[in-house]
């Protein structure tokens, strides 16, 4: 393969002219097993470039501990691509947003109180270099001038819209040149002033992000860039969802259209997504405007491609127009993957949460209620609790600052639930001999975009009790990453919440499936020990998705850590068909 250049206006590769058709697939949202399914189907619509982000939290889960297997196989995915005779666009951040907890970084950033993320901050740029001395050497073979796939690196991502350091965007191109990379750096930015004026830099190659108003998008990237090629990294053909919401949708047609606005253009696209996946485990992120929403589990965002990977009517209509416009739409489009519907499964084993605690959980003593992060914990549960002497009654119980769900007890029995942006407070009648005040808290996904990154879980500030703050804990931390340890019991009239349910089903022929939870409120689910993801029934998810690859031929062991209130059947169901909502 020969280098991407840019000259009169247009993309070249060699001598030959090219219009850059991308659609992102997130790596690290879909199993590896599928990884040749969905590159294929790309393909098939008439595409000829793949792209990615890179999840540095999920790369680097502790400070100098690296990972890049399984789902975190980057370079697996990169090579698949170039074996599909794909292009390979990859934003490494270290940001990405994505709708991905803290946006791509990780949450040990935060463990230090006085750290600023994205911008030339020392500390936080010493985090940055040590993942790209390990990150950038992989890619570095990988690019078009060494051989390989990959054709353009992103700086950063949507800077524009969060800062304007200059010095720290060109920290990172420098950064990126010094360790070798050499083909075209870009950055991608709403189409308006102030975000072009804040994310880019003169010498690297600006892009613009949007899902409609198109010649208005590029009439703006031309006054600040007028002699290069036209290109949307991000065309937003569908929108992402938060709980509570409702699903949402685009008309195929109107994505149709807007396609073919870009095509006349002589515009390059890269579709946002083209495939979302699933935020498995408690890796979504959330959004903070004038409340904090968190990101469903499902990352379906209306693609192209559904989250089960399944061909859309979108998938058709976009495909109709790259045939019309003479792109190459006769490749192979692979045969659907067998969706199985498994019946009931009942969960017959139970352990309470306060059973669970001794085994799941490391135990530290604070004076002060303190976040997860200072825990050197990322993701999941923490537990306070302390002493409060009596009797006091009908008193005020507040957190602050609670991130983002406490569920309280006062010996182990249920009192209310404190939820961010929503009820401040509950109610507490301590009695003479006094109370073991338990406060359970449930990170549900660090804000990914905007001014409040710096989102610490747990609680942040302290707890009053009638406006006494409360001392001396001890924290539990439960990450939920292991769930070997757990002893469950034979008890059908076991109903005690929050508690750990599990159920077991045989498998013949293994095929997708997805777990719908009747009368199941709030929790998370696990199939074999991997982390399924969050469920509420808010919606409007009703079901999650379960890869076939996550089953086992035989038995399988699924297990539902439930917060808030058990069915009487206590079974789940596995259907063959999906409910986003």
């Not at 399914?37 to 501990?65: F, I, Q, S």
């Not at 006085?114 to 020392?122: F, H, S, T």
């Not at 998938?315 to 045939?323: G, K, L, P, S």
Request: net charge negative; aromatic share 12%.
């Amino acid at each position: 393969m020969k280098n991407l250049v840019m000259r009169d206006k247009h993309f070249y590769i060699g001598d030959e002219k090219i219009t850059i058709l991308a659609g992102a697939i997130h790596y690290f949202r879909v199993v590896p097993e599928y990884w040749e399914d969905r590159l294929r189907k790309l393909k098939a619509c008439g595409l000829n470039t793949v792209e990615t982000y890179v999840a540095w939290n999920m790369h680097e889960p502790r400070p100098g501990e690296f990972n890049f297997s399984g789902l975190a196989d980057l370079v697996r995915f990169i090579k698949l691509a170039e074996e599909l005779d794909l292009y390979v666009i990859v934003r490494p951040g270290p940001y990405i947003c994505s709708e991905w907890d803290l946006g791509g970084l990780p949450a040990w950033l935060l463990k230090d109180p006085a750290m600023r993320l994205r911008c030339y901050y020392e500390p936080y740029l010493e985090a940055v270099d040590r993942f790209f001395d390990h990150l950038i050497p992989k890619l570095v073979p990988l690019q078009t001038t060494r051989g390989g796939p990959i054709i353009m690196i992103q700086v950063e991502n949507e800077y524009g819209s969060y800062g304007n350091d200059r010095q720290y965007l060109a920290y990172l191109r420098d950064g990126l040149l010094r360790r070798g990379i050499d083909v075209p750096l870009f950055t991608s930015d709403g189409g308006t002033d102030w975000m072009l004026q804040g994310g880019t830099l003169p010498d690297v190659f600006k892009t613009v992000n949007f899902g409609s108003r198109t010649e208005e998008n590029f009439r703006k990237l031309l006054e600040y860039q007028p002699n290069q090629p036209l290109m949307c990294m991000e065309f937003w053909n569908g929108w992402f969802d938060h709980w509570g919401e409702k699903h949402h949708t685009r008309d195929p047609q109107d994505v149709a259209n807007t396609v073919q606005e870009m095509l006349d253009l002589d515009a390059s696209i890269n579709f946002y997504m083209f495939h979302g996946g699933t935020n498995f485990g408690f890796y979504n992120g959330a959004n903070h405007g004038d409340k904090y929403e968190p990101t469903i589990t499902s990352y379906d965002d209306d693609a192209l491609i559904s989250e089960c990977g399944t061909l859309t009517p979108k998938y058709h209509a976009v495909r109709e127009v790259f045939q019309r416009a003479g792109y190459n739409t006769n490749h192979p489009i692979p045969e659907p993957i067998q969706k199985v519907a498994y019946g009931e499964v009942p969960l017959t084993e139970a352990v309470s949460l306060f059973q669970a605690v001794p085994q799941l959980a490391n135990q530290y003593f604070s004076v002060y209620p303190q976040p997860m992060e200072m825990f050197d914990q990322n993701f999941g549960f923490i537990l306070y609790r302390t002493q409060v002497s009596g009797p006091r009654l009908n008193q005020k119980l507040e957190i602050l600052d609670v991130r983002d769900r406490a569920y309280v007890f006062l010996n182990q029995e249920y009192q209310g639930t404190i939820m961010r942006s929503e009820q401040s407070s509950v109610q507490l009648n301590i009695p003479k001999e006094g109370a073991t005040l338990d406060i359970l808290v449930e990170n549900m996904g660090r804000i990914n975009y905007g001014p409040h990154l710096h989102d610490g879980k747990g609680i942040t500030h302290g707890v009053l009790l009638q406006n006494q703050f409360l001392y001396h804990w001890e924290v539990f931390t439960l990450p939920l990453d292991n769930l070997q340890k757990l002893k469950f019991e034979q008890k059908s009239d076991d109903q005690k919440v929050p508690g750990f349910y599990q159920g077991t089903f045989d498998v013949e022929v293994r095929g997708d499936t997805f777990v719908r939870l009747p009368g199941w409120v709030k929790g998370v689910c696990f199939i074999n020990g991997f982390n399924l993801g969050r469920y509420w029934e808010k919606g409007p998810q009703q079901t999650l998705y379960l890869p076939a690859p996550l089953l086992r031929d035989g038995k399988n062991e699924l297990v539902i850590f439930e917060l808030e209130q058990v069915p009487t059947a206590r079974t789940i169901i596995l259907t063959d068909q999906p409910d986003l909502g």
